[in-house]
């Protein structure tokens, strides 16, 4: 599975933090935890809360990655108007990695290095005119396991200081957990809880599991279980057997058997030579929209290669959206 990430951490002050469960339900206490200087969670109505995602997610979301290290040839804002949201990936783990890996390098903080490349005001552009942007942590070999409330402490710290830095995003991303790396359903439902207590009940927290994993179904269940998942868009690329006739449809169907159909997108390609061609997603996502009509949408590998293409993959597949 090809995926990539960073951010930052600082030293520890004693803070009692209050959880928000997300998905419209009740929140509830969280025990009080040490965490770095600065970080307060906000309570969901307050205005700090307020301004996590503006204006709310879509009903129906086309989607890409946009990747931070290629933003040389386009911009975040070229990515064209028929996609109502972006995934900026990514950010990494903040600690030095092991021949060029960075999986569960750190102290838990991520950090990003692509400052130069995006500029927030890029970012603020973006969701100004409507798009939504998803900051993708982790990624192929920048993977973190989260396996005590220090480092997820620690995660929240850096998140928030990357968040204030770029002037607001709408959702992150978890790209953490892949190829078995794995990380605490506990933690991972804290850190999302947090995240939705910071910036509103509408903040998105979206994952990109491998379809095929039992362990990413394990855990994406249990996030939307806790009510604190927006949506899983398991990946159909960068792995053989992703253009089967009727696999996407029926992998698909397992998934929306556990999280519902509200709450999956498909992970399909754009012009991108490890996934499903153009015609392969046509007829894996009609198949998959007449058999589950409430079905979240679909995202596309990557901003880069669709726009290679013309923006022949985004605009035909907004049409059948």
């Known amino acids: 599975m090809k995926r ?11 803070l009692g933090l209050m959880g928000c469960g997300g998905g419209g339900g009740g929140g509830s206490a969280v025990a009080p935890v040490d965490l770095p200087t600065g970080v ?9 809360a307020s301004a996590g995602a503006a204006g709310g997610l879509p009903e129906r979301v086309l989607a890409c990655y946009y990747t931070a290290w290629d933003a040389g040839r386009y911009r975040i804002t070229d990515v064209p108007a028929d996609f109502n949201a972006i995934y900026l990936f990514h950010a990494k783990p903040n600690g030095q990695p092991v021949n060029g890996n960075w ?12 400052w130069g490349d995006v500029l927030p005001s890029d970012v603020q ?6 798009q939504r942007v998803i900051f993708t942590m982790g990624g192929a070999q920048a993977g973190f396991n989260f396996d005590s409330r220090a480092k997820s402490g620690n995660f929240i710290a850096s998140f928030r200081e990357m968040y204030d830095r770029m002037g607001g995003v709408d959702g992150c991303d978890f790209n953490n957990f892949e190829a078995n790396i794995g990380s605490s359903q506990a933690e991972m439902i804290w850190i999302a809880e947090q995240l939705k207590g910071l910036y509103g009940s509408d903040f998105a927290i979206t994952a990109p599991p491998q379809p095929n994993s039992p362990e990413d179904r394990a855990m994406l269940k249990a996030m939307a279980d ?11 690329y960068d792995w053989s057997g992703f253009n089967d006739v009727g696999f ?14 509200s709450r999956v997108m498909l992970g399909l390609s754009a012009n991108y030579p490890q996934g499903p061609s153009l015609d392969d997603c046509i007829r894996e996502w009609d198949a ?14 990557s901003a880069q290669h669709n726009l290679d293409g013309g ?11």
């Open 248 to 261: 996407i449809r029926n992998r698909t169907r397992d998934w929306v058997n556990d999280l519902g159909a």
């Open 40 to 48: 307060l969670v906000a309570n969901p109505g307050s205005a700090a």
């Open 311 to 321: 923006n022949t993959w985004g605009s035909t597949m907004k049409a059948r959206l």
């Open 4 to 14: 990539r990430l960073f951010l930052s951490g600082t030293a520890a002050s004693a």
């Open 288 to 301: 998959v929209k007449a058999a589950h009509p409430e079905i979240r949408g679909m995202f596309c590998w």
């Open 226 to 236: 806790a009510g604190v998942l927006t949506w899983a868009g398991p990946q159909y």
């Open 103 to 114: 999986n569960n390098v750190g102290n838990g903080s991520f950090a990003f290095e692509h």
């Open 125 to 130: 552009q973006c969701r100004g005119r409507g």
